[in-house]
């Protein structure tokens, strides 16, 4: 509990949840609890636990509602780019507040960022980038359905403001999620392999 460095954290029950700040399964047991009564004694209410892999508190309601919640997509390592990482992360936290518009549009600059960076020119529709992506191979012949797939939902013209919904949201962040790991998680752990 010393290594939390929290003042005067208590011992709670404890509990599974997967952290919204660092992404890992945690058990935690230590954390602060809102009893009924106004002196905080009594049957507990809230919560607050603390993760012991990064340290950061996550509040649960009294229907254990977490905040923040847990990102949805997967963690992708060895991205080598600040920008990609960047906009990856705020298109996972859009989507964990149903801001499923900005997920989209997070996810359209990161194609059009990942296909300038592997030799595309930039100023194009977002499709072009994923047919781009497509011809050079860096989807693979078994994903090729998802590029129609998101050519029919993305049929709209760049300038057209259009209401996302989290279907759409879900299914381009899972399509940059498998992307994200081909072009810089596998790479990344074959290059430490065989350096
Ligand atoms: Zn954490």
Redesign the pocket.
């Known amino acids: 509990m010393g290594l939390l460095k929290w003042r005067q954290v208590g011992n709670l029950n404890s509990f599974k949840y997967i952290?919204g700040?660092?992404g890992?399964p945690?058990a935690s047991n230590v954390g602060y609890v809102r009893g009924y009564h106004p002196d905080g004694s009594g049957s507990d209410m809230c919560h607050i636990y603390i993760?012991h892999?990064?340290f950061?508190p996550s509040y649960f309601d009294e229907s254990w509602k977490q905040t923040p919640g847990p990102r949805p997509g997967e963690e992708v390592s060895g991205i080598n780019d600040s920008g990609v990482q960047s906009l990856y992360n705020e298109a996972r936290d859009s989507y964990s507040k149903n801001a499923f518009t900005a997920t989209v549009l997070c996810c359209r600059k990161l194609l059009m960022h990942i296909a300038v960076s592997k030799g595309d020119s930039p100023g194009k529709q977002f499709i072009e980038y994923v047919e781009y992506l497509a011809n050079k191979n860096y989807i693979p012949p078994d994903a090729k359905d998802w590029v129609d797939h998101i050519r029919t939902k993305g049929n709209e013209a760049n300038h057209e403001i259009v209401i996302m919904s989290e279907e759409e949201a879900k299914d381009l962040l899972a399509f940059i999620s498998m992307l994200l790991k081909l072009i810089y998680e596998f790479p990344n752990k074959m290059r430490a392999i065989k350096p």
């Open positions: 952290c700040y660092c890992n945690v993760c892999h990064c950061g």
